[in-house]
């Protein structure tokens, strides 16, 4: 039940400012993505890095037993400290298959690739609509590179090998558009037109669960360059999910704005519940059109509908709500995305990302684009996005882009050059989002297409990762960015080279951050000992890692590519609350009328507490 007294006092304190401020305690300073002892401090027994190990007072490591990881300077559950360490390593992940247009991503071949970052054998459940899928069909293990990729069966019984990926093949509906066609599944797939639906209304995810901590993505759709018109994203587990959120997709064309490509479709967002009876708001900043058991909604006034277990809503519509706030009274996930965004020349490509919550956002980014995909080099995008009014935003080098963000608003800024970011500090959060633009007309080259990457803050870098690029794909990077420890720039290590990282350029002027792009794979050919599969990247200083692949004209794979955060912590690093509430939710709680799926809400009623009649003006911006 909803804590009534909580939602009483933040709102009496939004109206007491007349803005919306960070309410409670400073910002708690955690560095590392993980516990409190991960940060290269003195602090005794504490965790390695990696999390399966004690290191003692003198310096001594002491490794866990498989089964179990470290958290808090001690051996426990391997899921229990996984949960208690708020990164993006988990071992409970909820995945939607989004919305997508009418062509290559509709129906089209859905899966999620689990990969395996512990030190014992991982087994994997999956389950959707009360079903448990039969993994021993519809998980497979990759085999080989790019064109001659194979998919070896997946043992249930056995599991999933240390340093292994499994791909699921969840959801594939044998019909095609009338633009493209579809992109089938190389091997059978579990669900058929039921996993995803268009439009606005309410679906049904896949629950996926494991007995030990792994890292997860999903990709719609599966298959390189046969896509044409691929999304993906980095899951974030349950155990990282919060309650409040800023919605964001994939691209918000301007107003107005004349797409390149005449079948550009709409900004998408999905909500999806771990929990029974999970009550959302949100307060959009454009109508709600409604539609499929969603109620249409007014802008600017609360919007409330309310979701079972492993069940997602979806809005998609022209106008797009980025910048709207989310809330709910229990653990949400939040995807932005785009059914096929274009983005400044032809063509479009599907998009998404999982979102994380506000309490997760940063108040300083390192601008971290994909690497260059043509000898001439091209302006990066970037967008920020706004939490707290009167955000004002230094950056290094000087001059990039507009000196301040409200809550909710928007700012674009064009660069070649990477560069940092920061507000007056974590009382002021925001989000940061890079972006791929079209990859241009026939005889262009074809690199690449549309996309967009959610940027991790530098308070949320890990010390380790192990994350997975698609052996679908002719080429691959990975954006790295370092910052000193110490003033001192640790080196970074990719397990396929033979030695650090090289080619580290400085961010700014003032020596804290680095930034450095690895090719890994070049028109299917691995470069300097690297593939394309399962990696690792570790160093003793904290860095952040973004993985991009595109494909090409000249390898009959152009105008496709994904990308997403290698990983990340999804710490608690400022305190900021975007109320996106019914006041009147302080008294009556849930009493008030709200969306639920599948009947139909029923029509408002009059406040019957005068003073908070509408229009709420603390809200009414």
Known sequence: MRDSTRTFSLYACIVATGLLVACGPSARQNPGGGDDDDDGSSTCPRCSEDKFAVIDCEGNAVQCPPEQACNAGKCMN??????????????????????????????????????NTSPGQVHINVEWNGLQLNLAQYAKLPTGQGQSLGYAPYDPVLGLAPGKVAILFLAYAPAGGPLMGNVTCPVPAAIGTDAQIAGNGFGKAFRITTDLPVVAYQMLPYGGGRAAATGASLLIPT???????????????????????????????????????????????QAIIGGGGLMAGTANQPYSFTLQKNQYAQI??????????????????????????????CCGDHGEQMLTPVKALGSEYIAAPHADRRAAGEPRIYRIYGAVDETNLEYDPPGVGPPKVNQGAMVEIRTAAPFRVRSQGDTHPFAMFTYMSGAGDMGEGGQGDADFVRLVPPKQFLYHYVFFTDPTYPFTTLTVVRKTKNG????????????????????????????????TVDHFQGMNGCNNGVRTMDSKGQFGVWVWGW?????????????????????????????????????FGHNRPHSAAPTTPLAPVEPSAPWLAPPWSPFDR
């Open 488 to 519: 001192v720039f640790e080196d970074v290590t990719l397990d396929c080279l033979a030695g650090p990282v090289t080619g580290w350029q400085p961010v700014g002027t003032d020596g804290e951050f680095e930034i450095a792009f690895v090719k």
């Open 316 to 345: 998609t519509q022209a106008n797009g709500l980025s910048g709207s706030p989310i809330s709910a009274d229990k653990p949400i996930g939040v995807f932005g995305g785009h059914q096929i965004m274009s983005i400044d020349r």
């Open 239 to 285: 155990s990282a999910w919060g309650t409040n959120y800023i919605a964001v997709s994939a691209y918000d064309p301007p107003p107005g704005a004349q797409p390149p490509i005449q079948f550009a479709t709409g900004p998408s967002y999905n909500i999806v519940a771990k929990e029974d009876d999970t009550h959302v708001t949100m307060r959009p900043n």
């Open 551 to 587: 494909g090409s004209e000249d390898t009959n794979t152009g105008w496709v590519s994904y990308g997403y955060p290698a990983g990340e912590g999804v710490l608690p690093i400022n305190d900021v609350v975007i109320l996106s509430e019914h006041p009147e939710d302080a008294i």
């Open 78 to 115: 391997a899921c229990e400290a996984a949960e208690k360490n708020h990164s993006s390593v988990g071992c409970d992940y909820i995945a939607v298959d989004m919305d997508a247009a009418d062509g290559p991503p509709r129906d089209a071949c859905f899966t999620v690739f689990v990969a």
